[in-house]
């Protein structure tokens, strides 16, 4: 009867410090998101990088062309990330054609 407490203890144990260490990932995670975008804001010159619009800055977001939950890969890559205003990144789903278009201009064709 003692070991399948024990059991149950470790199991527990385990659970919480799984919940503890995705908690403290996903903290993280928003920190570093937190400079990343404002990094790409600063590296973009407060243009959006789908329709040419300049951009105040609290104006514009740090869009993905490849959507983020695709991959952690490419949730801070640079490439993939670019100051986009909320118009085009939120009502436009992200304006892709013209996203895409810019990606090539700005990296060229042979781009990932």
């Known amino acids: 009867m003692n070991i399948l407490k024990d059991?149950?203890?470790t199991i527990c144990y385990c659970i919480e410090w799984i919940l503890f260490m995705k908690l403290k990932a996903n903290t993280l995670k928003n920190k570093l998101w937190k400079v990343f975008s404002e990094y790409i804001r600063k590296r973009d010159d407060w243009v959006c990088i789908s329709c040419g619009k300049p951009l105040k800055w609290n104006e514009g977001h740090a869009g993905h062309f490849v959507a983020r939950n695709r991959s952690l890969n490419?949730?801070?890559d640079e490439q993939n990330v670019n100051l986009q205003c909320c118009h085009c990144n939120l009502y436009?789903?992200?304006n892709l054609y013209k996203y895409w278009k810019a990606l090539e201009k700005k990296y060229g064709k042979d781009m990932p």
């Open 92 to 94: 436009l789903s992200g």
């Open 7 to 9: 059991i149950k203890n």
């Open 74 to 76: 490419t949730y801070f």
